[in-house]
């Protein structure tokens, strides 16, 4: 999976330098979003099961219109949080992000880059086949209506109509750099926000940003298992739950697909 983040990361280095090299600093490094550094991966056969819906591997099935406001409970390695989805800020980023949800496409996903003073990121899934399935599952850009202020959820992207699967977390306000570039917010975290904060970020940022986590090729290939390897220090997904909407009625939910094995999470 190439969705390389060049244009976000780039743009934005200037805004993230402090934090960033007060996480090279550390002995560990940070999470990652779009490197293209050529990472030893292991073989995609040994990816864990992710008990993910099989329709998965058919994006293009995945049609269903998610309700008008929705709420997603994302139970990690290190606690819960909980995420509101305004439709209306983004139909089209909302939509993808339900169908993703409502059939456990994030199972097992490491919040793979953790800037801290910028951005979690997570979105490349635990199983390589599902990767590979939705490389080329883009979908148009939807114009900026919400902000990205801190705790609010923005899909990554490497220039117009890129996005895919990957979002972001605000760890800060960057809305100043972000909203102008055309990055537009379809949730915020509710609750929860300080375990987002406290995602493991020792593993610095991307290879190519000077940092020593994995890069998104290497994730797309291996998986989980590839992850579990060489960087087993990333928090993970145990479930995400589409938990109610607009209605106050239950939605479908993502069924509570717990991990094989304890392991990382991704931003």
Same mark, same amino acid.
């Given at each position: ?12 280095? +200037?805004?993230? +330098? ?26 995609a056969s040994s990816a864990p099961r992710t008990g993910s819906d099989p329709a998965l591997l058919h994006p293009a099935t995945l049609k269903a219109q998610a309700p008008d ?25 909302? !939509? ?30 635990? !199983? ?13 850009d939807d114009p900026v209506r919400a902000s990205n202020k801190m705790g609010y959820l923005t899909y990554a992207m490497g220039g117009r109509n890129t996005r895919t699967t ?6 800060? *306000? ?19 926000? !300080? ?21 998104? *090729? +290497? ?15 990333? *928090? ?32």
């Amino acid at each position: 999976m190439k969705r390389i983040l060049a244009w976000l990361f780039l743009c934005a280095l +200037a805004i993230a +330098a402090p934090a960033i090299a007060a996480a090279q600093a550390s002995t560990s490094s940070s999470q990652s979003t779009a490197p293209k550094n050529a990472v030893k991966t292991g073989p995609a056969s040994s990816a864990p099961r992710t008990g993910s819906d099989p329709a998965l591997l058919h994006p293009a099935t995945l049609k269903a219109q998610a309700p008008d406001v929705y709420e997603v409970k994302f139970v990690t390695s290190k606690g819960d949080f909980v995420v509101e989805v305004t439709r209306a800020w983004a139909p089209l980023g909302a !939509d993808r992000f339900y169908n993703l949800v409502k059939h456990g496409f994030f199972t097992n996903a490491s919040f793979f880059r953790v800037v801290p003073g910028f951005v979690v990121q997570f979105g490349i899934s635990a !199983d390589p086949k599902i990767s590979a399935a939705w490389e080329t599952g883009n979908i148009r850009d939807d114009p900026v209506r919400a902000s990205n202020k801190m705790g609010y959820l923005t899909y990554a992207m490497g220039g117009r109509n890129t996005r895919t699967t990957q979002v972001f977390i605000n760890l800060r *306000d960057n809305s100043s750099s972000l909203d102008s570039m055309g990055f537009a917010p379809f949730g915020q975290v509710t609750s929860g926000m !300080d375990v987002v904060a406290q995602l493991y970020s020792g593993y610095g940022d991307l290879p190519e940003m000077g940092g020593r986590g994995p890069s998104e *090729d +290497a994730i797309a290939k291996g998986g989980k298992a590839y992850l579990d390897k060489n960087f087993p220090m990333l *928090d993970s997904i145990k479930a995400a739950t589409v938990n109610s909407s607009s209605s106050g009625a239950p939605a479908s939910g993502a069924a509570a697909h717990q991990p094989a094995a304890s392991g990382s999470s991704k931003p």
